[in-house]
């Protein structure tokens, strides 16, 4: 038996009301193929079965599914923890009281890619960062946990503490902070989006001092493709694409050569207890640097086709300096 997974993504749906240009899953239209209610909670009872710490309902925008209130209530039945990540602009405060009254226990995330209109709607969409603001609000107003979500990219990097600012001012527990890897649609707008490993490194030093000058303040939640840790897919954590495809996580959608299974045909606590973790390249393992990050984001040199993640290698080899 493994050691359960720490948090699980599940890609309720792949319908969304926005069309963000770094969206790994290419979101918009709904899947022909999303889980049926009954499927959903035999997943949600694996959660519980296995022992993960929390199910993550992603999209997509989660709140445009018809059965996300029976969702939410069926978890909180079983006792499973969930967290909703949304873009916040079908938070209304009719909707956010329904889901206090469903389950009030819900972490909630907002996904902002910017402390600004200009920096955020780039990327989401002219006016969706006042909804999302708006959305924030109707949150902390009903007393739920909320967390910003952020993924930095070559244009928001160096506003990481205006947004850390723009957090604490909303009264929001925590910031989430990833980084971008150019899958899906993403792809496609990997020139605006992507930085050299060197240009990285850069803005890997800059964003893990700024958090350690606002370690105090707020709650930081950081992926390990930016604290520049072991990549974590496969080993703590897991996503469920929208037809019940399990990958160690949601960027690997587009590599089926690393699906783990499918919840459709086997219990994802079968799925998670005969998965192998993808291997870091072999030439890390003979680094003095590699028990530190591991050979970097799994995701990055299988969707690049790199030997190893040469922004992480930088950072943690020459730490380059800002500027």
């Known amino acids: 038996m493994r050691k359960p997974p720490f948090i699980v993504e599940y890609e309720i749906t792949t319908q969304c009301n926005f069309r963000c240009i770094h969206c790994y899953c290419e979101a918009g239209e709904k899947s022909k193929r999303e889980l049926t209610f009954e499927e959903i ?21 989660p709140l445009l599914h018809p059965n996300l209130l029976d969702v939410l209530a069926f978890a909180k039945e079983v006792g499973q923890r969930v967290m909703i990540n949304t873009n916040g602009s079908l938070a209304t405060p009719e909707m956010v009281r329904k889901i206090k009254r469903t389950n009030p226990d819900v972490l909630v995330g907002v996904s902002i890619e910017g402390p600004d209109p200009e920096t955020n709607d780039y990327v989401r969409g002219k006016g969706n960062f006042q909804r999302a603001i708006e959305g924030i609000r109707n949150f902390v107003r009903e007393g739920f946990e909320v967390t910003i979500l952020n993924v930095m990219n070559k244009r928001n990097w160096m506003k990481i503490e205006e947004t850390i600012k723009l957090a604490k001012s909303l009264g929001v527990s925590a910031l ?11 792809m496609v707008h990997s020139l605006e989006l992507d930085m050299t490993p060197l240009e ?87 680094c003095e640097l590699f028990r530190a990050c591991g050979g970097g984001c799994k995701a990055y040199y299988v969707v690049h086709g790199y030997p190893k993640d040469e922004a992480i290698c930088t950072f943690h080899g020459k730490m380059a300096p800002v500027g």
Not at 215 to 228: L, Q, W
Not at 243 to 256: A, L
């Open 41 to 61: 909670k035999k997943v949600i009872l694996d959660m519980k079965t296995l022992g993960v710490g929390a199910l993550d309902l992603v999209g997509g925008e």
């Open 176 to 186: 989430y902070i990833d980084r971008f890897i150019p899958v899906g649609r993403g």
């Open 200 to 286: 990285w490194s850069r803005a890997l030093r800059h964003i893990n001092e700024v958090i350690e000058k606002y370690s105090g303040e707020i709650t930081f939640h950081v992926e390990e493709s930016i604290s520049g840790k072991p990549c974590p897919a496969g080993i703590t954590h897991a996503s469920i694409l929208v037809d019940g495809t399990v990958v160690p996580c949601g960027h690997f959608r587009y590599s089926k050569e690393y699906y783990m299974g499918n919840v459709r045909e086997k219990s994802f606590v079968e799925i998670w207890n005969e998965y192998s973790p993808v291997p870091s390249p072999q030439e890390c393992t003979h």
